[in-house]
């Protein structure tokens, strides 16, 4: 985005005047309660197409064959408590910005001084024949959950279409119930977009140690279907992997259309500036849906994990209240897999070198990823909360380390600095 306008008018609307946050996500209902938590005194409107109040969405990918799997962001009465309307089951269908207006579908607008877009993400469908029938599920929403909780109840074949973190993270619970699983995965790897090749190929590893089996370099032509459901998944080259049921996780797409119609800029997300601005003046956006630049990286990247959307959201409160905005977090996030708690600091970079850390079992590591100056650019962890902790201050610090000395487990991380700066590990 080339311009935004960055003076006090980009918000003529004053403290008192209403909010109006499109999306119950995470991000959503973060800055309901961030703006009461500032004093914030004007009216708050939270727009949620959803029948439930904002929850958080990773236990669904790990504790779906319960109702244990709803963990609400706030008690369902604080929203009343603090004065915010939540309204639920209703989607907006046009912002005005001029009119300074939002229009709903059950006949309602919402007037705003500052309106702000967390419409988040859908799962990319497989537009392939068979890809509507019963059995082809993904996993987004509460109700995605309690489907792929009730399929497991009946099922004994899972196929796994995505090697991403959402579906290592399904394809772990369905082998712990004692499910046939099969990992399908497109590209040479699992996670090839998102971890190492180190990472990958330890979590193939583990996977298929837990009797998964895990397919690379398929390319999914259609699902076979009988009596209108799945049986099995096709592959480009006509092999063919029965199944009871399908989990589609492919990606994300983001739901820009709402911004698209009021002239917010978009590519590959919403364009954003640092704190959430967009270049519609009085139109924010956070969470899943935005493309953000990011203090310590160079470029945009559209981060789609929970403590993304809580920093963005804690930078639109500061917008709106007029407070000043903090500097950015190191980008990180998590994911469950059996009894492996993995977390990843950081973004890998093209050319850096991985140096491995090993812990105290085979199932506890640390990937330290350096740039050719020595630099931590990412950190990937496994049962390592310690060296997760230390990865991300020195990816942080931005100070050259010695390899040899990060390879050490025996090395404390406040001793790994080449340069004999110091840090707490």
Known sequence: MANYVRHAAYFPAGRSDPVVIVGAGHAGGTLAALLRQQQFDGAITVVGDEPDPPYHRPPLSKKFTDDSMIQWLKPPDFYADNDIELLLGVRATRIEPDARRVYLDNGEYRRFGTVVIATGATPRKLMVPGGDAAGVMSLRTIADARALGHAFERAHSLA??????????????????????????????????????????????????????????????????????????????????????????????????????????????????????????????????????????????????????????????????????????????????????????????????????????????????????????????????????????LIAARVPVDPVALADPGVSLRDVFATGSVIGG
């Open 160 to 393: 796994v279409i995505g090697g991403g973190y959402v579906g290592m993270e399904v394809a772990a619970v369905a082998r712990s119930t004692g499910i046939a699983v099969v990992v399908i995965e497109r590209e040479k790897r699992i996670l090839s977009r998102v971890a190492s090749a180190q990472l990958s190929e330890r979590l193939t590893e583990y996977h298929r140690s837990k009797g998964t089996r895990v397919i690379t370099d398929f390319g999914v032509a259609g699902f076979r279907t009988a009596e209108g459901a799945v049986i099995a998944v096709e592959a480009e080259d006509g092999s063919v992997v029965p199944c009871d049921y399908a989990l589609v996780g492919v990606g994300a797409v983001p739901n820009v259309e709402l911004a698209q119609q009021c002239g917010v800029a978009c590519d590959g997300g919403i364009l954003v500036d640092r704190v959430g601005r967009t270049n519609v003046p009085g139109v924010l956006a956070i969470g899943d849906v935005t493309r953000r630049p990011h203090d310590a990286l160079d470029g945009r990247y559209r981060l789609e994990s929970i403590p993304s959307a809580v920093e963005q959201a804690k930078h639109a409160a500061a917008v709106i209240s007029r407070d000043v905005s903090g500097s950015h977090e190191t980008p990180w996030f998590w994911s469950d897999q059996f009894d492996l708690k993995l977390k990843i600091a950081g973004l890998l970079e093209e050319g850096s070198t991985t140096i491995a850390r090993l812990g105290d079992t085979p199932a506890a590591f640390a990937l330290f990823h350096l740039r050719a100056d020595g630099t931590v650019c990412a950190v990937e962890t496994a049962n390592s909360p310690r060296d997760f902790m230390g990865g991300k201050r």
